[in-house]
């Protein structure tokens, strides 16, 4: 079994560790469809979140054809940083959440291969940000496509504290 990443930002709180970071939580669109989050006993299931910042979506294409896998992980760390928005609306305080699984989807080519390490890029964001609360279950899956042609998405689960 590997060691686990270790947390190398300072900050009594994940607050202040955000800040660190030089990344503040964004303000989610509303939405007629869907809501950020939904909580069943004690589980809060977070929807699915794009690479959005201030309404706009940061890339858009295909990895391993139109985007390159260093633009990916970005977008994944933006992607995350979107459903901690999400789970802060749930919970009330980032120092409440802990995560339990994440779901990385990366629209990518059939023979891309590196999902994970797209995935490894929100992995990293978190625990940074929530210490052992953002250490996680994980699913990397490549797909065909994704909303609006979007090259990731994160899907989360997660308790409050």
Do not use: W
């Not at 989050?37 to 979506?57: D, W």
């Not at 980032?94 to 990366?106: A, K």
């Amino acid at each position: 079994m590997s060691l686990p990443l270790p947390q190398t930002v300072k900050g009594d709180s994940a607050a202040e560790r955000l800040r660190a970071l030089g990344l503040t939580l964004p303000v989610l669109a509303d939405s007629t469809y869907l809501v950020p989050h939904r909580t069943v006993g004690s589980s809060i299931h977070l929807s699915g979140q794009l690479p959005f910042k201030a309404g706009e979506l940061l890339g858009q294409g295909v990895v391993g054809r139109d985007v390159e896998l260093e633009t990916a992980q970005e977008l994944a760390r933006h992607a995350a940083l979107n459903a901690l928005a999400a789970a802060v609306q749930a919970v009330g305080d980032l120092d409440r959440v802990r995560l339990v699984q994440i779901l990385v989807f990366v629209a990518s080519t059939p023979d891309f291969g590196l999902q994970s390490q797209v995935a490894n890029a929100a992995s990293e964001l978190l625990i940074e940000v929530l210490g052992e609360n953002g250490r996680h279950a994980r699913t990397a899956i490549g797909v065909a496509g994704l909303p609006l042609n979007s090259p990731v998405e994160i899907q989360m689960i997660c308790t409050a504290v």
